[in-house]
């Protein structure tokens, strides 16, 4: 069983910048995929990024294309997700997940997830 504890959530005003953080703990294989999830209240969980930890192989949604960054440091089994130029629509709980296998946006391809860490930007 994968742990998974996100933190680096907060307040910030549109503009800024966070960087979630997300430590794995227990069995974590290279050939799991690691993603960043997002629910806003009212709304389906969508995905915004994954990496694929054997090749670092990164996949970003469209709709933060260009603002937000996942990245990973595997000697400290830990993934992040750089975010920039945050606007309130981005306002979410995140959640870190891990799956076995190759990446995909389906929440169901993960078995593992954070508690989650709340984000709010204010305009």
């Known amino acids: 069983q994968v742990r998974l504890v996100e933190s680096g959530g907060g307040s910030v005003q549109a503009g800024g910048s966070l960087r979630l953080s997300c430590a794995a703990s227990?069995?974590?294989?290279?050939?799991?995929?690691m993603g960043w999830f997002r629910q806003a209240p009212g709304k389906e969980r969508e995905g915004v990024a994954t990496?694929?930890?054997?090749?670092?192989?990164?996949n970003v949604h469209d709709s933060v294309k260009g603002r937000f960054t996942i990245s990973q440091d595997n000697a400290k089994n830990t993934v992040y997700l750089q975010m920039n130029s945050l606007s309130p629509e981005d306002t979410a709980m995140y959640y870190c997940?891990?799956?076995?296998?190759?990446?995909?946006?389906?929440?169901?391809?993960?078995?593992?997830w954070g508690q989650g860490t709340q984000v709010t930007v204010s305009s």
């Open positions: 997940a891990a799956g076995a296998g190759w990446c995909s946006w389906r929440s169901t391809d993960f078995p593992d």
């Open positions: 227990g069995y974590i294989h290279n050939s799991y995929c």
């Open positions: 990496i694929y930890r054997r090749l670092g192989r990164t």
